[in-house]
């Protein structure tokens, strides 16, 4: 599995499983052991960051994993590098299934977000993608909000992947567009060094997007 942006990667391998199907769903045999996790993460603006731990939750090993692309700062990001690993694990109640997983990852999501909106004078915001692997279940879990995406690649076959997470891209999702302007947020572009609009559409104050 890798979850990318430009900025930031995150790997988690295994040895010798099959993986295949997509997120919320087996991607390797139960039982399958010796996973590895390692990162590598390239500096542009310094706005980009990631994150990741095991955990055992309610006796079952937990791989953690996230990325966040952060815009008009970093401080978004950061925040979410040293506390959403955290919230999610917190939120899991020591149950380790995919429900409780996924509503622990949405429910990290608002904290975060709420917590960054908070933050005084801070006009930042990111992406951010979260998976987390149930190495006893064999179960994928991943949660995403903007384009910081994840990936599974499948052993054995070169240039096979699978997208697990959805592409939220202002510029290519009107449900998304919608969705924004709904709860009121404003999108447009920020403004370049000449002062003038430029990069993709955001969203207006910052948080998680």
């Not at 706005?47 to 990325?67: H, K, L, P, W």
């Not at 149930?134 to 949660?143: D, I, P, V, Y």
């Not at 999108?187 to 993709?200: T, W």
């Amino acid at each position: 599995m890798k979850l990318a942006d430009e900025g930031a990667h995150v790997f988690v391998a295994s040895k010798g499983a099959s993986a295949s199907a997509a997120a919320k769903t087996p991607i390797s045999p139960p039982g399958v052991g010796g996973f590895e996790v390692g990162a590598a993460s390239r500096v542009r603006k310094g706005e980009d960051t990631y994150n990741f731990c095991s955990e055992v939750i309610g006796g079952e090993r937990v791989i953690m994993a996230m990325v966040a692309d952060g815009h008009g700062g970093g401080a978004a990001a950061l925040f979410c590098r040293d506390h959403l690993l955290g919230s999610f694990i917190e939120l899991a109640r020591g149950d380790p299934s995919a429900e409780s997983l996924q509503a622990a990852g949405r429910g990290a999501f608002r904290r975060a977000h709420a917590e960054v909106r908070s933050m005084r004078d801070c006009t930042a915001g990111c992406t951010l993608t979260l998976c987390a692997f149930n190495e006893r279940r064999a179960e994928l879990t991943c949660l995403n909000a903007g384009d910081a995406l994840a990936y599974i690649f499948l052993p054995g076959q070169p240039g096979a992947v699978e997208l697990v997470s959805e592409d939220h891209r202002l510029d290519r999702c009107a449900t998304e567009r919608a969705r924004l302007r709904a709860v009121g947020g404003t999108l447009g572009r920020a403004k370049g060094s000449d002062g003038q609009p430029a990069g993709p559409i955001r969203v207006f104050p910052g948080g998680l997007a």
